[in-house]
């Protein structure tokens, strides 16, 4: 019998370890899929939060943590007889397989098949041959906004739905500006339901237009965003840790001593 790795003796221990928390654990032993489907969201957070701090020990573990949910899974399905591990594992290498036509992979014996064709295929023309009528469908709803932006503009462009070039797409965006304050004049002067849908309808078409922009100059706009959120936080907290110093509130400042922390945090790299 062959000698396991060290990563297939981790996730055995892990495997073992979980087999006993769903026999003797009165918490692991009542979990449904529907109970951890929650939790699970609160750990890819987790994991996209220790992501983008770069912070590779939390990484790490925010792995250990969404693996574990993973495996959870796989094995309250298995004791409901629906599926097993295996049948995960075997459903994403072939998907695998049946996406990449142009690359010699090895099938379950570790025997390489020949390429089935030389050509790149296009991702979304691949997934539509598997039976999805439309690529829309890889788009969960429940995707936050902004991210839901990109992944319908990627999927969109890989059927080959897409400007030209950068240039036309921020010609788009130009387009999409005079739009949003053309209904932002509607607003302030009839100031009814019907402008302040009209103005929300042309702002969000502002932001959609301004998502593929920056991906056809190579950048991500929920990367831009989070990271924005991050430093306007981090400077706002400084002005708080000096309203603390002088023992007020940070309402308590103007709006010029408020500007001035802000700049000095600016300074100071925060």
Known sequence: MPQLSEEQKSFAWLSNILDVLRRQCPWDSVQTIDTLRYLTIEEVYELSEAITKKNY????KELGDLVMHLLFYAKIADDEGRFSLA???DGICNKLISRHPHISLPNKDGEYEPARQSETPRWEQVKMKEGRRSVMEGVPETLPPLVKSIRIQEKAAGMGFEFPDAEAAKKKVDEEYSEFIDALTELKTVGDESSKKHANEELGDLLFALVKWARFEGLNADDALTFTNQKFQS?????????????RSVSDFSIDEMQHFWNEAKRNGK
């Open 87 to 89: 049948d995960v594992f």
């Open 235 to 247: 400077r706002f907290k400084y002005i708080e840790q000096k309203a603390c110093e002088e023992n």
């Open 57 to 60: 020990d939390d990484i790490r």
